[in-house]
Every structure is written in structure tokens, then in C-alpha cells.
């Protein structure tokens, strides 16, 4: 029941590396005048095709944002209410907000007259020199899905509304989202860079139905940890793998276990 | 804290006469056409991790083909370049800068003395006659990983740093165990090779037990 509804869907090839890089390119603050941050807390419009009104306890942050964009909030820690609307549906909720979140508007698995909201809580703990952490959040009208990097499954079973996420050498892998138990790409494969020293979400969003699966990439820096790669492994000292040492060694092993025998 | 909203909003559905404000109890309000600056809203849910999801670990404890079985302590790269192996020849280091049991890429990286002048030959002597087949378990506090060797290599000491098999990030999920060996010239600073044992991972990753 679930491939016949994925089948259903056009196959539309996606060009998701160019609207990678445009993403990638886009300033996350996009008002000059955001105060340092106490928190980080960003809205993702991740419904395609609507212009979207968000305010935030009432105030109108900005009017007609289009699918894939991402708007910093400058908001105080602690609960706020944020509002997405258009003309044909109004979503609001409180976000309690902490740290780095993502506030995602974004379509339920099965499609429903009314997009929903989930918060994504960003991990920006450190991660070793020349690595860079990988978060893919499920936000598209699709059952579970897996995600393929480089022929290889990196994340199995992620339903609407999760996200999985591991540490990765930071290199381009070519990435795919497959419906958990197979079948056709969903999405992609496309050429995903992953950057050393920072965290890259993926949201996948949108509809294989309607041809509007699209991903939206985001990249928030991190700090890094763990020492580098050695250029020496000095691992012996004694020599005793050397049969005159060796010997020689045992001589004197027996010389001052017998000592030590003598003395206690 | 969500009291204001829901009174503003209490008195929003007032004012439009909706009938439904005799049922406050219901956890979302209808959305009417009005633009109220606040509609009732509920905690946004927060999204879970996938129940695929491996929270990686350093190792604690590596099993030799033996059966014998070695501490792991995390260690660094010193200021001179070399791995600062844990002195106690029982103990292995693990390079904090490979990767972890439950990384999806790249070498865990561990290292032990073949010997010392106090302790003489280590549990890592082993590693000198180890052979392809043999079995390997590196254990964290949650995770464990079985691995099958499938080289065992004299490597110039010079030459380790340009082996990526042994140190990168890329590539399958597999573990290098390095100890000393070859020749013993003191004047050129002790042992002149490392012996490098590289495993690839058998089965899949299993709760430590």
C-alpha cells in the first residue's frame, strides 16, 4: 500500500545541488541589526508553493516568505507564540524557546488541509578536526524514509517529524532519500557537501505527489575537538622484541625477582 | 505563561460571537478569517530522533585474538607529532581524533606498547603474530563491535603518517591497531617499524552487554 502511493507520484528529477548552493549562500541573518545571539532560533518555511506570513507574538517578522527560506529570529529564551498564515490556513503554536532550535512549517506525512509545526533542536556539541555533523530531518509528505550517502545507507527509518543525525569526514557525498524498505529515490541522488567544523541540517520537504520534493540546507558552525592525526606512533621502548635484549631482559628479570625474593 | 494568549484569545472568539468559546477546553481553536494577533496555540511538538539513531562512543575495552583483554584510554597528538600512547603497557590509547564505535566512516584508531623497561613485553605483543581471520571486539559503555583482521603489516615508522587505511575519516567503518616492532636500533630512537593490524567490522553493532 505504501510503494503503490509512492509510485503514484512523478518521478521529478530534482537539480537539488543548485538550490544547495543557492541556500548555502543565503545570509541567516537577514535583518542587519540582530543582536548577538543568547539564543539561535530559526524559522524554516518548508511548505512549497505558499507565500507565508510569519509573526511572532503578533509582531509580523516577515510577509510572504517563500518555501525554503529561513529567517533568524531574534527572540528572548522562554515561550513565544509564532504564526504562519496564508489565505487558506492559519497555523500558530508556542515555542519554548532555548539554545539553537529550527521552528519548521512543514506538511504532516499524510497530506491534511493544514501544514504543522515541529521544533528541531540543533546539537552544536564539537566534533573531531576535518569532521562535520550530518542532521537529516524528515519534513515531506512521504512514509519513512532512508537516506543513502555514497551507495551506502547511512540512516534507516526516519518517519515525518524525526531527524537522525552522525558525525561524518567532510567531503561532497552523493545522497539519496529512498522509501524505507526500497524503491525509487524520493529525492535526489544529489551532491551534498558536507562542511569540517559545522552542523548541516536537511529538511526534506515537500511532495513526490505533486513533483514539490525539495530539501532545505542550512549550516550553523560548531566548535571542534580531539587532537590531530599523529605523524609518530611510538609504541615500545624497551627493546625487548630484539632476542639479545630479550635475553637479556630475562636475565634480569629472574636476577631481581630473585633479589626481591631474598629481601622480602 | 499561556494564559495571556489563551484570554486574548478567549476574548478574541467573544467578540466573533463564536459558539465554540463555550468549549475552552479544546486544545486548538478554530481558525477563522479574523486576523486576531493571537490565536490560541498549543507547544509546537518537538521533533524525536529516528529510533535508528546510534549515539557514537569512544571504546573502553578491546579484546585481542587472545581473548585477552586490554583498557582503552582516550589520548591525543602531542606537540611532536607522536600519539601519546597510555604508559601503562596493559592499556591501549584510542586517537581522539579517529573515529568512534558507531561512526558510520573512518578508522577507530588504537595504540599500545609492545614493551617497557619496568613493565617488559606487553599484552600488545600479540599483535606481531597476528593473522587474517582473527577476531577482534572493541567494547564502549553501550556499544559493541566485532572485527575480523584482514592485514597485519610492518610499517616504516616514517611511513605510518601517509597510511590513510590506518588514520582517515573516510571510508568504511573499520580498526587499526598499532603497536611497535621490527628492528630495535637505540640509536635511532628504538623501534624502527609499527606493526599495524587493520580490521573490518563482522555483524552489526550490538548493545555492550
Known sequence: MRSRFLRRGPRATLVLVASTAALLAVPLSSGAAHAAGTTSTYVVQGVPGAAVDVTVDGKVVQSGVAAKQVLPLDVSAGSHTVTFSTAQWKVSQTVDVSGSQDVVLHWPADATDKPEVTVFTNDLSAVAAGKGRLSVAHTAVVPPADILAGGKTLFTNIANGEFVSAV??????????????????????????????????????????????????QVIPVGSTGSGQPSLVHAGSAGLLDPARAAMWSFLERFLAGALGWWV | MTVRPWLTALAGLALTGCSVAAAPSEGSAPVDATPSPAVSASPAPVAHQAASQVEPERPR???????????????????????????????????????????????????????????????????????????????????????????VRLVPRFDLRHQTAVFSALGGRRLALITCGGTYDKARGGYQDNVVVLARPVGPLRPTR
Open chain 1, 168 to 217: 561524518v569526514p567532510a567531503t561532497t557525498y552523493n545522497v539519496a532519500v529512498v522509501p524505507t524498505g526500497g524503491g525509487k529515490p524520493l529525492l535526489g541522488p544529489v551532491d551534498l557537501p558536507i562542511k569540517a567544523g559545522a552542523l548541516t541540517r536537511v529538511f526534506a520537504i515537500g511532495a513526490p505527489r505533486n513533483g514539490s520534493m525539495d530539501a532545505v540546507v
Open chain 2, 61 to 151: 575495552h578491546v579484546t585481542l585474538p587472545s581473548g585477552r583483554v586490554m583498557g582503552v584510554d582516550v589520548v591525543g597528538t602531542g606537540a611532536d607529532g607522536a600519539l601519546e600512547i597510555p604508559v601503562d603497557i596493559r592499556r591501549a590509547g584510542w586517537w581522539d581524533g579517529g573515529s568512534r564505535l558507531g561512526d558510520p566512516f573512518g578508522s577507530v584508531v588504537l595504540a599500545a606498547h609492545v614493551d617497557s623497561f619496568t613493565q617488559g613485553l606487553g599484552p600488545a605483543v600479540e599483535l606481531l603474530s597476528a593473522e587474517v581471520g582473527e577476531h577482534v571486539r572493541l567494547a564502549a559503555a553501550h556499544l559493541t563491535q566485532d572485527y575480523r583482521v584482514t592485514s
